[in-house]
């Protein structure tokens, strides 16, 4: 279960990954299209079995282009990880946020791929409020693990983290991920997304 505070977070979760991914070499480079808003379409989240974690995807539109990101909030440095450090937030509830890009936090990979197997559902999202439960909020972004049986042409000609699809070394194999959505190229156990007026493949076992 994924608790929600009711909080004030600085900089916000938006201006945070909008710094973030403008430099990201995987981001479309068309310098019009970075001038666009960053928009968010909608999250999830997974739990940590440890409950230490803070695991959430992000959904976002820049123009045309939708990307996929997932961070981990931690409430310390995570040792060896400064090239995955987003940023830091202060939380309004809990203090100083640590904030990573997922694709290199093992909480956040062993999540994905138990996800994609199917053996880890999204979290039930847990409102809190002056420290009283006070409900449940919809996720606005629903995954499931499927069966992807229609391959088409890879978005990317190999794997790397500079291209649309990252790809990382789980527990127990490697996951193909989106960073950029693209129809193409799935095939296989993969983490499918629904959204209002969307559906796509976030990740796949290679």
Do not use: C
Not at 147 to 160: E, H, K, S, W, Y
């Amino acid at each position: 279960m994924a608790v929600i505070h009711e909080a004030t977070l600085v900089p916000g979760k938006l201006e945070l990954l909008d710094g973030w991914l403008a430099r990201q070499p995987w981001v479309p480079a068309d310098e019009g299209l970075r001038q666009l808003s960053l928009t968010r379409l909608g999250t999830y989240r997974f739990d940590d079995p440890d409950g230490e974690v803070g695991i959430e995807g992000f959904l976002l539109a820049r123009g045309e282009a939708l990307v996929h990101v997932v961070l981990t909030y931690r409430g310390a440095p995570l040792a060896g990880a400064e090239g995955s450090l987003v940023g830091t937030m202060e939380h309004s509830v809990l203090g100083t946020r640590w904030v990573y890009d997922g694709l290199g936090d093992p909480v956040a990979v062993e999540a994905l791929e138990r996800a994609v197997r199917g053996e880890q559902s999204q979290a039930v999202l847990e409102l809190h409020a002056g420290g009283n439960v006070v409900g449940q909020r919809e996720p606005d972004v629903r995954v499931r693990s499927a069966i992807v049986d229609a391959p088409m042409d890879a978005p990317t000609d190999g794997p790397t983290s500079g291209g649309s699809v990252a790809e990382v070394r789980g527990p127990r194999g490697v996951l193909r991920v989106a960073r950029v959505l693209d129809p193409r190229g799935w095939s296989g156990r993969s983490l499918v997304a629904e959204w209002e007026g969307g559906e796509a493949v976030l990740a796949s076992l290679a």
